[in-house]
Nanobody, 124 residues
Framework: QVQLVESGGGLVQAGGSLRLSCAAS????????MGWFRQAPGKEREFVVA????????YYGDSVKGRFTISRVNAQNTVYLQMNSLKPEDTAVYYC?????????????????WGQGTQVTVSS
């Protein structure tokens, strides 16, 4: 059974940084795509970024390009999301997600596995 556990959220001032972690277990993830999504109050869950585990190919949402960086560490089965130059509009619950297969997708319905989420709050 796939399990995803996020950590690293918190409260930060605008312009600051946070690093989120997603610890994955229950599978060999070499044939998976790992994604980060976020959901602000009253809004739809939106795509942030994804990485293909096998070759670390990435795809970023427009709102985070140049500020966020996704990476994965094979030995730790962990995906990281480094978030720099944070803005108040980045405030949301951030979710780690996984989908089997090699194609990066940006729709949440394409991801079968989800973590419980971690809150990120950026104050102005």
């Amino acid at each position: 059974q796939v399990q995803l556990v996020e950590s690293g959220g918190g409260l930060v001032q605008a312009g600051g940084s946070l690093r989120l972690s997603c610890a994955a277990s229950g599978r060999t993830f070499s044939s998976y795509v790992m994604g980060w999504f976020r959901q602000a109050p009253g809004k739809e869950r939106e795509f942030v970024v994804a990485i293909r585990w096998s070759d670390a190919i990435t795809y970023y949402g427009d709102s985070v390009k140049g500020r966020f960086t996704i990476s994965r560490v094979n030995a730790q089965n962990t995906v990281y999301l480094q978030m720099n130059s944070l803005k108040p509009e980045d405030t949301a619950v951030y979710y780690c997600a996984a989908r089997r297969g090699g194609t990066i997708r940006i729709e949440k319905d394409d991801y079968a596995y989800w973590g419980q989420g971690t809150q990120v709050t950026v104050s102005s």
